[in-house]
């Protein structure tokens, strides 16, 4: 399905406009990146990069590595850390506007990344930064170049695409996801049974595993514990509770605005049934298999709004085609979804700086933070400069990124329990016969539970509350205690 652009005449070609909108809108998130603090889970990967490494327990680097990058270079700060996030969105843009005027025309392939823009986990992903940023990055570009050897009948471009599949794994886990897709692809396409024969699809997959080899290499010097966290831990916590199907749903509803939600799961509905075209069957061999897992895997676990991202471009793309093919039929209805999403978008990107919109206070994140650093410094001012442990690495992380030197903090793991990547830095037996602070998030109650034990004496202090436009987002709870020690046998 080649749709061919509209004449230009001599204004601005298609790709000069949309490299001046992603320029734009990337200016715009990076001024906004530095008004609102750093989520917990942001401040979380901030730590990774203060510890360099491989890889890292809970995921892999990409996403650590570019923060490390970047704040070396210009310091840490709230917008220097978010520049990861924009630098890997700018990659994003290109592959997608490169792959969606390949199989839809450059003009479509422009309204396809305009669309993309305003959706919230598109717009969300320009300025937060987390290890989806070189997932859909990589995910988008294997795509491309898969299309490429396809459409060119060049099968050497495969080895580009096992490099963005290598990529698209150093940021999550499920970028491997990409591998079966592309020999699907190639399987169903007399060009890419072909190139089957060749050697250039195998030198890909392995060129894709040899980039992926840190992490491999990480684990297998660590007692292959991600591995075991992602592969086992995770799949002995699956049981059976429908009532996740409800959750899946609705959070990928929010995720990319719920009309837009139902227009894409609608065009991968129908790329499918035109899996003969080509251009359809490539946009749904890259959307439909990861979203049919996580439908079949919601009923036993609970599937984080972000994990189905990968998909949405691709299935924007075939909607995009969709309409384009016959915009009469469809115009209202996309009207109606883009402005929807861009209104979700707007709101979402207003909600942390204006306290007043209507939101649940609780699922705030950003809230409280700096005023938890300056009540831990005023205790600190009395009490000297305390060593922090947080309980859970969301309080830790957010502590150890606003408190004034951004000294080192401790997790749970300091009485015994899980701490996730701090498991890995300092061991918090350093700690024992001293004087800590430790902080609790109200919202992460049931860690530190043997605080009681493990520290003698254990005295509370005042605790904090914080609100948004009068509302309870979380309390703060804080204790002096005289550290013993964690447990005999700490567990990892």
């Known amino acids: 399905m080649n749709l061919p652009s509209q004449p230009q005449g001599r204004g601005l070609s298609d790709a000069a406009v949309a490299f001046l909108l992603v320029a734009f809108s990337t200016i715009m998130h990076v001024a906004y990146a530095g008004s609102l603090p750093l989520s917990p889970q942001e401040a979380y990967y901030w730590q990774y990069a203060r510890h360099p490494a491989l890889s890292y327990f809970d995921h892999p680097p990409a996403a650590a590595w570019t923060i490390r990058a970047f704040t070396l270079l210009l310091g840490d700060s709230e917008r220097v850390v978010r520049l990861a996030a924009a630098s890997w969105s700018a990659v994003f843009c290109l592959f997608f506007f490169l792959a969606g005027r390949r199989l839809l025309g450059a003009r479509a392939a422009l309204a396809a990344l305009a669309m993309m823009l305003v959706t919230p986990f598109f717009s969300l992903g320009q300025t937060i930064i ?16 898969t299309v490429r050897a396809l459409q060119d009948d060049r099968p050497a471009w495969l080895l580009a695409a ?35 024969a060749t050697p250039w699809p195998w030198a890909g997959a392995a060129l894709s595993l040899l980039v992926f080899s840190p992490v491999v290499i990480w684990n297998a010097t660590h007692g292959w514990a991600s591995f ?12 059976l509770e429908p009532v996740l199907v409800g959750r899946f749903f609705g959070l990928q509803a929010l995720v ?50 972000n994990w189905a991202v990968p ?63 300056a009540r831990v410094e005023e205790e600190q001012r009395v009490s000297g400069p305390l060593p922090v442990i947080g309980c859970f690495y969301r309080t830790a992380s957010t502590l150890a990124f606003n408190l004034p030197g951004r000294p080192e903090t401790w997790s749970s793991n300091a009485f ?13 037996r350093e700690l024992t016969g001293r004087e800590v602070l430790v902080i609790e998030d109200d919202r ?28 309870k987002v979380t309390t703060f709870r804080i204790w002096r205690c005289g550290y013993l020690g964690p447990p005999p046998r700490s567990p990892r």
């Open 416 to 428: 015994g329990e899980p701490g996730l990547a701090y498991d890995f830095w300092r061991d918090p």
């Open 256 to 305: 990319v605005s719920p009309l837009l939600f139902l227009v894409l799961l609608a065009a991968m509905g129908v790329a499918v049934r035109r899996w003969r075209d080509d251009s359809m069957r490539l946009l749904a061999l890259f959307s439909v298999p990861m979203m049919a897992l996580w439908i079949v895997v919601s009923p036993f676990h609970w599937v984080k709004m």
């Open 130 to 145: 987390t290890p989806d940023g070189p997932l859909v990055a990589g995910w988008i570009a294997a795509f491309y170049f």
């Open 228 to 239: 075991g966290f992602q592969f086992g831990k995770r799949g002995q916590e699956m049981h």
């Open 311 to 373: 998909v949405y471009p691709t299935a924007l793309l075939a909607a995009v085609a969709i309409y384009v093919a016959n915009p009469g039929k469809w115009r209202g209805l996309m009207i109606a979804t883009v402005s929807l999403a861009a209104f979700s978008t707007l709101f979402l990107t207003l909600m942390p700086i204006v306290p007043s919109l209507p939101f649940p206070a609780r699922d705030d994140t950003t809230a409280g933070w700096k005023e938890l650093a």
């Open 444 to 471: 992460d109650a049931g860690w530190c539970t043997s605080r009681a034990e493990r520290c003698n004496p254990l005295v509370p202090l005042a605790p904090l509350e914080v609100k948004r436009a009068g509302k």
């Open 162 to 196: 096992g490099l963005s599949t290598g990529v698209a794994a150093l940021g999550k886990y499920t970028g491997f996801l990409l591998l079966p897709q592309i020999l699907a692809a190639l399987l169903l396409d007399r060009r890419g049974r072909r190139m089957l």
